[in-house]
């Protein structure tokens, strides 16, 4: 297996540190830890994640946690609610890395993606292109205005 | 001129499954998750670095272009894996094909070099087969 793929061992390790992230990004990660988990120097650990993922594993986490949170918004969880239960301390800090993020404030993504989905169920054909509908029948059949 | 494709439909057996396939395991985020009417769910999906490329998980249900009986012929033919979807590219595919098989999506062809670049093969959960690919390094 090593001799196919040289680096597959420094890979697992990393990738097991990805999935780490992945899976528990809602809590206190600390990157010393993982790295600790993945047996491997603070140092050594930042430079492998950020060559394989292109990012450090703390700007991977932010970014998780900012997907996350789009989600929880879209969904209709409070903008307190989303902070934490995607692991930010502080919904000022919270607030203020979504919107650089996002271009949006949470709030007002919020809203946004909350319109959307009013518009979406009021006239649900808008938001499907032609080729899907008009040319395949589906207008006449499930895809019926709500 | 055509510049772009933004959207693309891949035919899924089920929508709530190829939902945790493609969002929970891939890692794809979601565009449009609406129900549109009776029995009908518009679900697209994005890879993560390509926000305006639109992955239709369409479902395989009579009235959906299809009658009863075409519906069961397609599902058939999607369970047989019969169909190829295309390729989607990513930056260490050593790295993301560890991660995948971790997460238990099924690989019949580990990376491998060919002429084109480095190239494994996954199927979705309802039988579509993709290339996973990584351009040679310059």
Request: hydrophobic share 35%.
């Amino acid at each position: 297996m090593n001799e196919a793929y040289p680096r597959m061992y420094l890979y697992r390790r990393i990738v097991q540190a990805k999935i780490y992230i992945d899976a528990y990004y809602g809590s206190d990660l600390d990157i010393d830890n993982i790295a600790d988990e993945a047996c491997f120097s603070k140092f050594h650990f930042i430079r492998l994640f950020k060559e394989i993922y292109g990012k450090t594993p703390h700007q991977y986490l932010v970014d998780v946690r900012i997907h996350h949170a789009c989600t929880l918004l879209a969904t209709g969880t409070s903008v307190t609610d989303t902070c934490y239960k995607v692991g930010f301390e502080s919904v000022g800090s919270f607030s203020s890395l979504f919107s650089k993020v996002t271009g949006f404030s949470p709030s007002r993504y919020a809203a946004n993606k909350l319109l959307m989905k009013e518009a979406i169920q009021e006239v649900p054909l808008q938001f499907i292109p032609g080729c899907f509908t008009d040319k395949n029948g589906y207008n006449n059949s499930n895809f019926q205005e709500a | 001129m055509i510049n772009r494709m933004n959207h693309v439909s891949i035919y899924v057996l089920d929508q709530n499954s190829a939902y945790d396939f493609y969002v929970g395991k891939l890692g794809f985020k979601v565009h449009t998750d609406a129900q549109m009417g009776p029995g009908m769910r518009w679900l697209t999906v994005c890879p993560p670095d390509q926000p305006d490329l639109e992955i239709i998980l369409m479902p395989i249900v009579k009235g959906m272009a299809f009658t009863e009986e075409t519906a069961e012929q397609m599902r058939q033919l999607v369970q047989k894996g019969t169909f190829g979807f295309g390729v989607f590219q990513c930056n260490d595919i050593y790295a993301t094909y560890e991660e995948l098989k971790a997460k238990g999506v099924e690989f019949s062809k580990p990376p491998k070099e060919e002429f084109y670049g480095v190239e494994a093969l996954f199927k979705d959960d309802s039988g579509n087969w993709f290339s996973l690919g990584q351009k040679p390094k310059k």
